[in-house]
């Protein structure tokens, strides 16, 4: 009997993720990437052209645990595969001259934090990974790892426990609203609001279990000693090795229904795959935008709450700085609202960032080791800067404002004595008119929907499309944005897809 053949769109982590599960099933499974290489928003960028990739995209990985279950699911070790260390010093923050690390062993943060802020401070930080942890305990079997919850069905599967801790928090508060009644300390309001951009939502709109996310940054952060491109990498010849084909660098024009079935992709260069079920890994709304043809128009759902975050991003390569940069930094200035209200309100880039540097160089080895040691031989270092903006990357970009925010990103860095000034030799600038185009009908949106006003977790697709064999899978489908949750959108895209195809069969 002929083998069920998958076409899959898209070689980002959840598309890949799928690829693989679906060839170590026996799947006869194609991928689709219109890039020359995999990975999708895990990219990196070459400044000086000279194969030096600087990681342009996520850089914090976190919830190992996803990659561990998937590797073991098709037998293998993630840890054997790629190369990861568990950082100590999850990120250092900065307001101008003072600053302080937050680490993975609480105690030492706590320490931290009397020692940046005071007693009372040590203490409602305590309190606060202690509701932190609960809110995770609470959503991770219902929610994160469950299919595609419903408001009901998710109230059903919290028991008492997981409801009480909910309600402790006030879940349909904003996340703001609620760190306001934890923190006195606005600059930990400011620190622990910021979460919520990890899932390109602001804090002032997002609902206070969004809190969960420092709960997971403080399960562990983790860097990958080849970039986070070794992770698709890797997966991607995993996949290939179970037989499965990867073809990079051409486009899937349009999905071929026929009565409500999918038939197979034309690609741009006229080719037919054909294909008995076709798991989707681009953004959502570029089937609801008509982008994959009129048939699939209807697939999906429109988004209720708009498009999440953009950003804007600088990679570069410069020489090494005595500037004693953490690997994860993040640079606060004042007035937190504003960068929300002129995002989300005037749609416009932010007038005072927070600017977060990746400094992808310090501290993979050994976490002991001093904050500035680098190599001695290393005369220059890769950073990744990123800062928030409007996914208005469909509309011209205004260079008036693009010149003010750089401005702005690097004075606020020179407030700290972080001296670095961005040249077209030593910088590329990625902004989201640049992220429209890589992933199409986005507007440079790089997490799908915000999750902005509590029902709006339950409103993401799930990976079952309104097409009879069309699957969904990627940070715009439930449970949402980051790696490891796109990873376990495209694990329960496989999974949706092999049940069906067992039903059938
Ligand atoms: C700058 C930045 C920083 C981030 N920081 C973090 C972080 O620190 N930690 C974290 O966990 N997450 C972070 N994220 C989010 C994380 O990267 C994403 O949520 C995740 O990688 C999305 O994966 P995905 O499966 O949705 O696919 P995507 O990465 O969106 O890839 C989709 C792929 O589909 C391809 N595609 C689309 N349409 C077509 C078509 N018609 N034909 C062929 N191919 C097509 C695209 O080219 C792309 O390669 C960050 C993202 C960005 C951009």
Known sequence: MSKHRVAIIGGGIAGLTACLELAHHGYDVTLIEKMPTVGGKIRQVDVHGAGIGIDSGPTVFTMRWVFDELFQACDCNFEKEVDIQELSVLAKHYWQKDSFNLYADISKSAQAIRDFSGIKQERLFLEFCEVSKQVYNALEKPYIKGKRPSFTSMITQLGISGTKSLLHIGPFSSLWKS??????????????????????????????????????????????????????????RLATNRGAKIITGQTALRIQTHQNYVRGVELQSGEFIPADSIIFNGDVAALST????????????????????????????????????????????????????????????????????????????????????????????????????????????????????????????????????????????????????????????????????????????????????????????????????????GRLAAATLMEHHALTK
């Open 179 to 236: 760190l306001e009644q934890f923190f006195p300390d606005p600059r930990l309001q400011q620190l622990f609001g910021r979460y919520s951009t990890y899932c390109g939502s602001s804090p002032y709109l997002a609902p206070a279990t969004l809190m969960l996310i420092a709960h997971v940054e403080m399960l562990g952060v983790w860097s990958v000693k080849e970039g986070m491109i070794a992770i698709p990498q890797t997966i991607a």
């Open 290 to 489: 008509g982008l994959l043809g009129e048939q699939t128009r209807l697939a999906t759902p429109v988004s209720p709450t708009g498009r999440s975050l953009s950003a804007m991003t600088w990679s570069m390569q410069i020489p090494k700085s005595s500037f004693e940069l953490s690997r994860h930094n993040v640079f606060f200035d004042q007035n937190y609202d504003q960068e929300f209200t002129d995002i989300f309100q005037q749609n416009r880039l932010p007038t005072h960032p927070t600017v977060y540097i990746c400094a992808q160089d310090r501290l993979h080895g050994n976490p002991d080791k001093p904050l500035t040691e680098l190599s001695t031989q290393q005369l220059t270092e890769r950073l990744l800067i990123l800062v928030n903006a409007p996914a208005n990357g469909d509309q011209p970009p205004n260079d008036k404002e693009i010149a003010q925010c750089e401005q702005q990103v690097f004075s606020l860095l020179a407030q700290s004595g972080l001296e670095i000034y961005p040249t077209t030799a030593n910088t590329i600038r990625t902004t989201p008119q640049m992220f429209h185009q890589l992933f199409p009908a986005t507007g440079g949106a790089l997490y799908g929907m915000a999750t902005h006003g509590w029902m709006s977790s339950f409103a993401r697709p799930s990976s079952k499309s309104a097409i009879h064999n069309l699957y969904l899978a990627g940070g715009s489908v439930h449970p949402g944005p980051g790696v490891p949750m796109a990873a376990l959108s």
